[in-house]
T-cell receptor, first 112, second 112 residues
Framework: GEDVEQSLFLSVREGDSSVINCTYTDSSSTYLYWYKQEPGAGLQLLTYIFSNMDMKQDQRLTVLLNKKDKHLSLRIADTQTGDSAIYFCAESAAGNTGKLIFGQGTTLQVKP | DAEITQSPRHKITETGRQVTLACHQTWNHNNMFWYRQDLGHGLRLIHYSYGVHDTNKGEVSDGYSVSRSNTEDLPLTLESAASSQTSVYFC???????????FGPGTRLTVL
């Protein structure tokens, strides 16, 4: 079945780069997503990548997709304390159902 | 501005009681989803709907029901609340043919 895996925790120093990794199982996923959840809030779409792309850059965010290894990563450059949050990776479910399959979420802690 | 709201934001109830969580969106999206978020499990899909009078079971639907009488609302009902249903519940919506989901702020439910 479809499954998305993420490491649970990452700690970095302010100003460093953060790299959050994700693996997925469904090779037919059309889109892959990164959501951010701040404490006490809902999930906010950060960025997404179409499955025929290798990389997408959006200001401080860089998404890398390795389709062969089914590996997705989110790099945050110059990480700030405001980036502290839970980051969820998600893949679109098979069959154009509109459903998303979410990973467990990675808690990013940014130390000053 | 279009938005998605949930109410109540916090609820404490007792085992065996019926509870209804409200979700209202003004995006005019046909697709609506209910998730629960628990530590170590990420987001798990409870029920979803593709339009008025359409409802479908997700991966953790036991003990929950939904109804869709209009486009804007998808209330989630716990027929007889159990302690295992203590969780944070998120509602989301998306356009037909699009996978990006927009999330509400969540409802924290405690069942004593």
């Amino acid at each position: 079945g479809e499954d998305v895996e993420q490491s649970l925790f990452l700690s970095v120093r302010e100003g460093d780069s953060s790299v959050i990794n994700c693996t997925y199982t469904d090779s037919s996923s059309t889109y892959l997503y990164w959501y951010k959840q701040e404490p006490g809030a809902g999930l906010q779409l950060l960025t997404y990548i179409f499955s025929n792309m290798d990389m997408k850059q959006d200001q401080r965010l860089t998404v890398l997709l390795n389709k062969k290894d089914k590996h997705l990563s989110l790099r945050i450059a110059d990480t700030q304390t405001g980036d502290s949050a839970i980051y969820f990776c998600a893949e679109s479910a098979a069959g154009n159902t509109g459903k998303l399959i979410f990973g467990q979420g990675t808690t990013l802690q940014v130390k000053p | 501005d279009a938005e998605i709201t949930q109410s109540p934001r916090h609820k404490i109830t007792e085992t065996g009681r019926q509870v209804t969580l409200a979700c209202h969106q003004t995006w005019n999206h046909n697709n609506m989803f209910w998730y629960r978020q628990d530590l170590g499990h990420g987001l798990r899909l409870i029920h979803y709907s593709y339009g008025v009078h359409d409802t479908n079971k997700g991966e953790v639907s036991d003990g929950y029901s939904v109804s869709r009488s209009n486009t804007e609302d998808l209330p989630l009902t716990l027929e007889s609340a159990a302690s295992s249903q203590t969780s944070v519940y998120f509602c989301a919506s998306s356009e037909v043919g699009r996978n990006e989901q927009f999330f509400g702020p969540g409802t924290r439910l405690t069942v004593l």
